[in-house]
């Protein structure tokens, strides 16, 4: 296939057409970094950079027969921004060549990889990186809490260490994505169908004041919850206790986010706290289960501060 094929076909959502793309493009583009960086790291980085880049933007690419001067361009642009003094912490989506059309607004990477039909193969590359970097991506990329220093509370690591993980997944990603282009994506996707009805189901349980057994069933008998401030409990009792408390007051958790990748699970509620105590809950809640088999075994938990103004 031509490069204008293969463009067509990965605006039209072919995730093998666009891994091809890219994997024909490499050298090139690497050759084209080591020119304006030298050799080391930081040209292998721009290429991973770039990548990325054009992974979410190839919709909006205007002239596809041009595909190859729109990454050069963009390569040339991160090249530029690694040479740049003065610069702030480079991102992970920048601004794009004159070869693509840009909107009056910037859509997020999850928007984008749903408009494009590729979310399924972008799990399916998340499943290939250890299990540290990606919770780290999944969070920042496609959770609601996506400071560094939210992570970092998330995750009870130093922001320093969130800051590095995300250096190395920009260059795992991009290689894992390649990798697992050409294959199938099945279950992925049946895994996220499969979470988010469960959780659905247990929270509308929940709601509707019947209980919380489809809730608790999924977790081990002795499982761990860690809490941003560094409170540690073990065991069903403390959730079950937790879960009883709401059930009596009246106050609800509506599942807002759900983000899966084989062992790992972002689940993301609004409070809906009592009238009478509107203050009882924080605003919301991230969970972020590990799972160990069928059941989860560890899960992090964070509360989301209160606004300005708003008392206990």
Same mark, same amino acid.
């Given at each position: 296939?031509?490069?204008?094929?293969?463009?067509?076909?990965?605006?039209?959502?072919?995730?093998?057409?666009?891994?091809?793309?890219?994997?024909?493009?490499?050298?090139?583009?690497?050759?084209?970094?080591?020119?304006?960086?030298?050799?080391?790291?930081?040209?292998?980085?721009?290429?991973?950079?770039?990548?990325?880049?054009?992974?979410?933007?190839? @919709?909006?690419?205007?002239?596809?027969?041009?595909?190859?001067?729109?990454?050069?361009?963009?390569?040339?642009?991160?090249?530029?921004?690694?040479?740049?003094?003065?610069?702030?912490?480079?991102?992970?989506?920048?601004?794009?060549?004159?070869?693509?059309?840009?909107?009056?607004?910037?859509?997020?990477?999850?928007?984008?990889?749903?408009?494009?039909?590729?979310? @399924?193969?972008?799990?399916?590359?998340?499943?290939?990186? +250890?299990?540290?970097?990606?919770?780290?991506?999944?969070?920042?990329?496609?959770?609601?809490?996506?400071?560094?220093? %939210?992570?970092?509370?998330?995750?009870?690591?130093?922001?320093?260490?969130?800051?590095?993980?995300?250096?190395?997944?920009?260059?795992?990603?991009? @290689?894992?994505?390649?990798?697992?282009?050409?294959?199938?994506?099945?279950?992925?996707?049946?895994?996220? %169908?499969?979470?988010?009805?469960?959780?659905?189901? !247990?929270?509308?349980?929940?709601?509707?004041?019947?209980?919380? %057994?489809?809730?608790?069933?999924?977790?081990?008998?002795? +499982?761990?919850?860690?809490?941003?401030?560094?409170?540690?409990?073990?065991?069903?009792?403390?959730?079950?206790?937790?879960?009883?408390?709401?059930?009596?007051?009246?106050?609800?958790?509506?599942?807002?986010?759900?983000?899966?990748?084989?062992?790992?699970?972002?689940?993301?509620?609004?409070?809906?706290?009592? +009238? @009478?105590?509107?203050?009882?809950?924080?605003?919301?809640?991230?969970?972020?289960?590990?799972?160990?088999? %069928?059941?989860?075994?560890?899960?992090?938990?964070?509360? !989301? +501060?209160?606004?300005?103004?708003?008392?206990?």
């Amino acid at each position: 296939m031509t490069d204008l094929e293969l463009v067509r076909a990965a605006q039209r959502g072919d995730s093998v057409s666009l891994g091809i793309l890219f994997e024909r493009h490499r050298a090139p583009l690497y050759a084209l970094a080591l020119s304006m960086l030298g050799h080391g790291p930081d040209a292998q980085d721009a290429v991973h950079d770039s990548f990325l880049i054009a992974l979410r933007n190839i @919709d909006r690419l205007r002239e596809p027969e041009a595909v190859g001067a729109w990454l050069r361009g963009i390569v040339r642009n991160v090249c530029l921004r690694r040479l740049s003094r003065g610069r702030t912490e480079k991102t992970l989506f920048a601004e794009l060549p004159r070869y693509a059309e840009k909107g009056p607004s910037e859509s997020s990477a999850e928007e984008v990889i749903d408009r494009l039909a590729l979310r @399924d193969w972008v799990w399916t590359a998340l499943s290939e990186l +250890p299990e540290a970097l990606r919770v780290t991506a999944m969070l920042r990329y496609f959770g609601n809490y996506t400071s560094y220093e %939210e992570i970092a509370a998330i995750l009870g690591i130093p922001v320093g260490t969130v800051r590095s993980r995300l250096n190395r997944i920009k260059a795992k990603l991009a @290689d894992a994505l390649l990798k697992t282009a050409e294959l199938e994506h099945d279950e992925a996707r049946r895994l996220t %169908e499969s979470q988010t009805r469960y959780w659905g189901a !247990a929270w509308d349980e929940f709601n509707r004041g019947q209980g919380y %057994e489809l809730f608790a069933s999924a977790f081990s008998s002795d +499982p761990v919850w860690i809490l941003a401030d560094g409170a540690i409990h073990r065991g069903r009792g403390w959730v079950i206790e937790e879960a009883e408390g709401d059930l009596e007051t009246g106050t609800r958790l509506h599942l807002t986010n759900i983000v899966v990748s084989k062992d790992v699970i972002v689940m993301e509620n609004d409070y809906e706290n009592p +009238p @009478d105590d509107p203050f009882r809950c924080p605003p919301a809640i991230s969970w972020i289960g590990f799972y160990r088999g %069928e059941e989860i075994h560890r899960t992090h938990l964070y509360f !989301a +501060p209160r606004r300005g103004g708003e008392e206990r």
